[in-house]
């Protein structure tokens, strides 16, 4: 298991390693994009992820978690070629299609093969603390990445993404090295996994799970806000510091020191929740992330970098602390992947609706809508939670 774990964790280092995450903005606008355009492709990006993310979610259940991350670096390679010859809306779209369903098919199998790596070893109660070292890991890469990525974009826009490629490539070698989660298939398993409508019945039985569970339900819609949140920051970073006249070496530098901030919170995620509880780091982490939105919106200078120091902190927190929750509620961890899935799609969902009401109004108005999507959101989840206290006599989520 020793071996499999630190091949995991340098898998979730490399797999999400994108150097041109702090210079896509920019990019695609020397290529003759707008921003609106830049927010469109956003929203595509989250459709194909709620179109291929279920049956993403039961490939990699039916043929292997590893086998699911394998493709899906292998993918991201192609992604980012594309993106790299890019000259066109069109050909950015094709770019994007592709790093959508390369998320889906890594996204939900990673902490699937992970829970299931403990469990088969007896340790699924250390989840928590190996999912917050894999957290801080990822975004330990992300920091490097970052900072190596702008400093490329001072040589050339295209150089991060074509470095990425490498990088993903070698984020596949590390998944082929991981020990095979499948477990022995006599020739009919093999049968019934090729099996449509096989396949057809593991996913709506994931869906029934997720609909007959309201704590999961709960978990998954506290997750979906959040997560629009924390993606807004990846468009909306670049043109704020743009026109503090950052250039793309000091803006990659930004969004590094931001992920190494995240890596250490992710490092004492476990530690954060058994001390303080869930329950009260789930409220404060979308309580600060929405205040810092609006906040950002108004406030200039030091007191920004300040901001960007508390949506850092909710950055590092969120994975340590959402993932165990969501898997602690599956019953059934044959299925544990799909259900991802499905949380995943309700993410994306919300992001696809975000993303081109946020191109109409502009990067600086976003951040005021980012702040309203965070408390209104956060009024509805607590709204839900009270409900089912005083309806079902349960534990608020």
């Known amino acids: 298991m020793a071996r499999d774990l630190r091949l995991f964790y340098l898998f979730r280092l490399l ?24 927010m469109i492709l956003g929203g595509i990006y989250s459709a194909v992820v709620i179109v291929v993310e279920i049956p993403t979610g039961a490939f990699a259940d039916r043929l292997g978690r590893r086998t699911s991350m394998m493709a899906g670096t292998l993918i991201m390679a192609a992604s980012c070629l594309t993106a790299f010859y890019a000259d066109s809306f069109a050909t950015f779209l094709v770019a994007e299609v592709l790093a959508a369903v390369s998320m889906s098919l890594c996204s939900g199998a ?22 917050s070292t894999a957290s801080a890991w990822h975004q330990a890469g992300s920091a ?14 295209r150089l991060p993404y074509l470095v990425t490629a490498a990088v993903a490539v070698a984020a ?24 449509w409508r096989s396949w057809l019945a593991h996913m709506r039985a994931a869906i029934a799970e997720v609909r007959a569970s309201g704590r999961l339900a709960w978990i998954i819609g506290y ?33 590094a020191g931001v992920y190494l901030a995240a890596s250490a919170v992710a490092t004492r995620g476990h530690a954060l929740r058994e001390r303080i509880g869930d329950e009260p780091l789930l409220w404060a982490l979308l ?16 007191w920004v970098l300040a901001l960007l120091a508390v949506q850092a902190v909710a950055n590092g927190l969120y994975s340590p602390l959402v993932k165990p929750l969501l898997n602690r509620e599956i019953t059934d961890s044959g299925r544990r992947a799909t259900i991802l899935s499905v949380e995943s799609i309700v993410r994306r969902g919300a992001m696809g609706v975000f993303s081109p009401i946020a191109g109409l109004y502009g990067a600086d108005s976003a951040m005021l809508l980012c702040g309203a999507i965070g408390f209104v959101g956060m009024a509805v989840l607590a709204a839900v939670a009270v409900r089912r206290v005083t309806w079902r006599g349960a534990p608020t989520p």
């Open 110 to 131: 990673d902490s699937a093969y992970l829970f299931d790596l403990l469990a088969s070893h007896g340790a699924a109660h250390e989840y928590g603390r190996r999912e």
């Open 287 to 302: 309580g600060g992330l929405a205040g810092s939105f609006v906040l950002m919106a108004e406030l200039r200078g030091g």
């Open 15 to 38: 797999a999400t390693s994108y150097l041109w995450v702090p210079i896509f903005v920019p990019y695609m606008l020397s290529r003759g994009l707008g921003f609106g355009d830049v």
């Open 172 to 195: 596949f070698a590390t998944a082929a090295a991981m020990g095979d989660d499948r477990a022995p298939m006599t020739r009919a398993d093999r049968g019934a996994v090729l099996a």
């Open 223 to 255: 997750s979906a806000v959040v997560f629009v949140l924390l993606r807004a920051t990846v468009y909306l970073y670049q043109p704020l510091l743009d026109r503090a006249h950052f250039d793309y070496a000091q803006i990659g530098l930004v969004y």
């Open 144 to 157: 490097v990445a970052y900072a190596a990525g702008g400093g490329l974009a001072m040589i050339d826009l």
